[in-house]
């Protein structure tokens, strides 16, 4: 109906709101990635309209914005250079323990990484990237586990999405895209430090895995009604 779009329009609005507010260009990204992906698979044919619209939109950015992302050219983003700090300590306090990592929590990765920090970024709270934190705080095998959950789920999603005509379609189509521009903000941030955002993650992989197994369970319903 039409008071359900508008309902779900407005619902829309409010977290690309919060999205502008945020100043974070790693969300940003991973916002256009995830919209790139829902346009592509939906329907390909309007990639090129999209791209069209997307460059049409940025005259129309706040300054604030275009500044913020026009930092990383000019030499005067000093957040990135910052994380490249803490990746190299990172990175060589990783190096000591790869195999069971130092232990869950804030407090054990700051006691691998004080060893190894430099005067830049003496102030961790975190490794700004998820998949080196939980390689620090589970190990070698930690890591695996959270990686190989990651790309299976996004892989059989995609299938659910692409193989399905009708139905929860769309859901499936929007719970890939989500997943897959995810991937970009977790190079460059530990998205879990938040209990609110890990909280919504594990949501949303679990709608992703209600979406693969509804996408099984109707081919193997069509399979014997064929038979």
């Known amino acids: 109906s039409k008071a359900a779009k ?3 329009g407005f619902s829309f609005v409010l977290p690309v709101v919060a999205l502008m507010l945020t100043y974070s260009r790693g969300a940003w990204i991973s916002f256009a990635l995830s919209v790139g992906a829902f346009v592509a698979i939906a329907n390909l044919k309007l990639i090129p309209v999209f791209i069209i619209l997307a460059v049409m939109a940025i005259p129309f950015l706040p300054t604030s914005i275009i500044n ?3 930092s990383l050219f000019t030499g005067n983003d000093t957040s ?3 994380r490249l700090y803490i ?3 990172s990175l060589k306090a990783l190096g000591a323990d790869p195999l069971t990592g130092g232990g869950l929590g804030t ?3 700051f006691d691998a990484y004080r060893k190894f920090m430099v005067p830049e970024a003496c102030v961790a709270t975190h490794a700004h990237n998820m998949y080196l934190e939980i390689w620090l705080e589970t190990g070698l095998f930690g890591f695996l586990s959270i ?3 990651y790309l299976s789920t996004l892989k059989n ?3 659910a999405a692409v193989r399905e005509n009708r139905g929860f379609r769309y859901a499936a189509i929007a ?3 989500t997943l897959f521009g995810m991937f970009f903000i977790e190079m460059v941030e530990y998205i879990w430090f938040y209990p609110r955002v890990l909280f919504a993650y594990f949501i949303l992989l679990g709608v992703c895995l209600a979406c693969i197994r509804m996408g099984r369970e109707k081919r193997e319903v069509g399979s014997v009604d064929r038979k």
């Open 6 to 8: 508008v309902l779900i």
């Open 175 to 177: 719970m890939f895209s």
């Open 87 to 89: 990746w190299e300590a």
């Open 68 to 70: 913020r992302v026009m």
């Open 80 to 82: 990135m250079g910052y």
């Open 147 to 149: 990686v190989t959950l």
């Open 157 to 159: 999603t995609l299938l």
């Open 107 to 109: 407090s054990n990765f």
